[in-house]
């Protein structure tokens, strides 16, 4: 299992062709108070770099980017009745979907731990 | 994740406390053209909460004070007010409106009757305008004081009374909407029973060289905790308190904003502020539209800017303000409707992102204020 994460501050757990989706410790430190997830459907279509699920915070909503292509597989049911597990886990209970990689050459693109922390400190 | 952009052509000023609110953990963003804290390491919710249950210190000192002193002062607020400033007592504060011609919004402010003259309070982001239209049309023998030297904090919830007493005894004998002088950690300070969160509180004018000072002594206090601009837009959205340049604005007037009660009965009868007719129109026949609350159903924020659909799906007005409600736990918001689907309990359809949400028009406060009316005598 590898872990990537993306310059829109999204992580991604990769188990073979199949891949866990959520926002990083930073991202939710920005947002603030997590008040509602907008997930996608089992079964949807998503492309990398396309919105596939908004977190609204108390202030404003954002938009969460599929950071690879494929198909739903999963949500994360526990963000409707608590969705302040993207702020208390964010890299863990607070995920938001799985999907089936249907390319899983994307994967070049995605950051590893390293850089996606040396991005960070520039922000 | 995207992250919104904030364009601001002038560099935002400082304010006196921006170097206290850093070192309290502020995050401080661009409002009225200072750097401000949205929030501090609680975050907003807790900020909020905070505030419902003890006491939070807010720093409002973006919000323009002005004096207005000279003979004449009173008629002439009169003649831009709808209010009864002849009639306000010395050490009582109104809730006002400055109007245009056509009877639109140009600002809401408080109003005090001071011994030195008429303080005003108000809003931020329309400091500069209101001043200009002030000058303008006060004659020059009002004196217009800036008050440029002076912070502006706010305490509020239901235990800011005993945490101010400890450091201004007698505060407690104020009663809602009435002010004084006290002498504050040595200062000067005026404070008044007022504020825009719904609970008890005082707002405390001081110099600003004394701010950094009480914000310590106050926040020393075991009920104060610090709270920031995001905590005091959810509150006074459960308040039902409008917010200028969201709810109202120069296109709204105060009859279809829910303000009738700032137009004094005197001024309703006699007329002299600008848009007499209008408002007089609205008064008798009703506003073609109304300020509504909206309970949005399900858990997703509706926000400003969303549109209000009729029972065909036609555009009949939209959402002025509309986020999260930490006390009932669901999303609320406030705009305007026809006056046809006004009443409490009706059901209308919002659009937003490109999904239909349902609301129930509601009464407003959603959160029941707990204004102090009368002070503690002893």
Known sequence: MTLYFTRDHEWVRVDGEIATVGITDYAQGQLGDVVFVELPVIGDSVAAGKEAAVVESVKAASDVFAPLSGEITKVNEALVDEPGLVNSAPEAAGWFFQLQLSDPRELDGLLDSAAYQAFVATL | ?378
Not at chain 2, 75 to 80: F, I, R
Not at chain 2, 296 to 323: F, K, M, N, W, Y
Request: hydrophobic share 40%; with cysteine; proline share 6%.
């Open chain 2, 1 to 378: 994740m995207s992250q919104s952009d904030n364009e601001d052509d002038i560099p935002p000023a400082v304010l006196p406390l921006d170097g206290w609110h850093r070192a309290m953990g502020a995050r401080m963003v661009p409002f009225a053209g200072y750097m401000m804290p949205v929030q501090y390491a609680p975050g907003i919710l807790a900020e909020h909460r905070q505030t419902r249950e003890a006491a939070s210190l807010f720093d409002v000192s973006h919000m323009g004070q002005l004096l207005v002193s000279g003979e004449g002062s009173a008629g002439a607020l009169e003649a831009v007010t709808p209010s009864d400033i002849a009639g306000l007592a010395q050490d009582r504060l109104r809730y006002s409106l400055l109007l245009s011609a056509t009877g639109g919004i140009l600002d809401d402010l408080m109003i005090t009757h001071r011994r030195d003259g008429f303080y005003l309070v108000v809003n931020g982001a329309t400091r500069i305008d209101d001043i200009a239209h002030l000058r303008e049309e006060l004659s020059d023998d009002i004196t217009l004081n800036h008050m440029d030297d002076h912070a502006l904090l706010a305490l509020q919830g239901p235990q800011a009374m005993a945490a101010l007493e400890r450091l201004a005894p007698g505060v407690g004998r104020l009663g809602f909407m009435t002010a004084g002088a006290f002498e504050l950690l040595g200062s000067a300070a005026w404070i008044s029973r007022s504020g825009y969160t719904g609970e008890d509180g005082f707002e405390i004018s001081l110099p600003a060289s004394h701010a950094e000072a009480l914000a310590d002594a106050l926040c020393a206090q075991p009920e104060v905790a610090p709270a920031g601009l995001g905590a005091r837009d959810s509150l006074r959205l459960e308040a039902g308190l409008p917010l200028y340049g969201h709810d109202l604005d120069e296109d709204t007037t105060p009859v279809e904003a829910g303000l009738s009660f700032a137009i004094a009965r005197r001024r309703r009868q006699d007329g002299g502020f600008p848009g007499t007719e209008r408002i007089a129109f609205e008064l008798s026949e009703g506003p073609a539209r109304r300020r509504v609350g909206l309970l949005v159903e399900g858990r997703q924020p509706v926000r400003e800017g969303a549109l209000l659909l009729d029972i065909e799906g036609d555009e009949v007005g939209h959402v002025t303000s509309g986020g999260f409600s930490p006390t009932l736990g669901r999303p609320i918001a406030m705009g305007y409707a026809p006056a046809t689907l006004a009443e409490p309990g009706t059901r209308v359809s919002l659009a937003a992102r490109g999904k239909i949400f349902t609301a129930e028009v509601a009464a407003m406060p959603f959160v029941p204020h707990r204004y102090v009316r009368q002070g503690d005598p002893s």
